[in-house]
């Protein structure tokens, strides 16, 4: 079969190549690839990856064969979910626990842009408990994960603040539920229940000092790849704040994936949440695609179709 997979170039090198056809586990279902959504931490790992190498978690297609053990999707059956890194590829094996059929209205491109993204903003939010009523911060709102908290959030009842790091990122986000829109070197506004961060660095410092005594901290990642930086009365000033981190990755075997990603699934087919797929393109011509996104030029997500 045929799958994307890393060469020696250390920037966006990509090449297509014959590989053998994964052998699912029997708890897994081989799927047919219709789609598959890109996110920032594949491209990071595109460089660091022996040439030769296969990326890929976010899927959606077809069941081409059930799992051995009988759980999960009958073939035949549209769904969407995580792969094993090994999703840029016309046939993926993927844990049935982490599939969830897709209505037949919903087309492949939303399907596959919500997994990774998508359960990472739920359950970064469900850390931090009941948002009825709360203000929530969200740094990189411009982002993929960012634009589903803003979204989530603000379908909690949240009042939603969102950060970004330039007025071309904040494109979009008022229509998605955000209350105030700002760049990071803006003027700090009021206090916050709740920060979701995934900037780090001075952002972070920035966004805590908001934060109100017994509020929550959720971070899911660092594009600024800086060390964690508080301020030096972060506690005292601030007694009782919570500071999490949430790994995508770490945290599905704690939650009922099928029935979460089914909910999301179920809210982007009904309207109530855009995926926010900004860039689709054949998987046969993908760098363009993912020099934007690693250059910040996509507010959304990018999708390649196979």
Do not use: C
Request: aromatic residues 4%; proline residues 7%.
């Amino acid at each position: 079969m045929k799958a994307l997979v890393t060469t020696e170039d250390s920037g966006f090198g990509l090449r297509m190549a014959d590989v053998p056809e994964p052998e699912p586990r029997p708890g897994q279902a081989l799927v047919e690839v219709r789609a598959v959504a890109v996110n920032r931490g594949e491209l990071s790992m595109m460089a660091m990856l022996p040439p030769g190498s296969q990326l890929g978690w976010d899927i959606a297609g077809t069941v081409l064969r059930p799992a051995a053990d009988g759980s999960g999707p009958a073939a035949g059956t549209r769904v969407t979910g995580l792969a094993d890194g090994a999703g840029w590829s016309e046939l993926a094996a993927a844990d049935t626990a982490r599939l969830t059929p897709v209505p037949d209205d919903l087309d492949w491109t939303a399907a596959t842009a919500i997994p990774v993204v998508g359960l990472t903003a739920l359950y970064a939010l469900r850390h931090a408990g009941l948002l009825l009523g709360r203000t929530v911060l969200v740094t990189g709102a411009g982002g993929g994960v960012g634009r589903m908290a803003v979204q989530l959030a603000a379908a909690s009842g949240a009042r939603v603040v969102a950060w970004v790091g330039s007025a071309e990122r904040a494109k979009g986000l008022r229509e998605l539920g955000a209350a105030a829109v700002s760049t990071y070197d803006a003027e700090e506004t009021g206090p916050v229940d709740v920060l979701v961060d995934s900037v780090g660095g001075q952002v972070l410092n920035r966004a805590y000092r908001l934060v109100v005594p017994g509020g929550k901290v959720i971070v899911y990642g660092n594009t600024t790849r800086s060390e964690l930086n508080l301020p030096v009365d972060w506690g005292h000033a601030r007694p009782g704040v919570q500071l999490r981190y949430v790994h995508l990755f770490h945290e599905l075997p704690a939650h009922p994936v099928t029935r979460d990603l089914g909910f999301l699934v179920q809210r982007v087919a009904d309207g109530l949440l855009d995926p926010q797929v900004a860039t689709v393109a054949p998987w046969t011509d993908a760098e363009p695609a993912l020099r934007a996104l690693a250059q910040r030029q996509v507010n959304g997500k990018v999708v390649l179709t196979i």
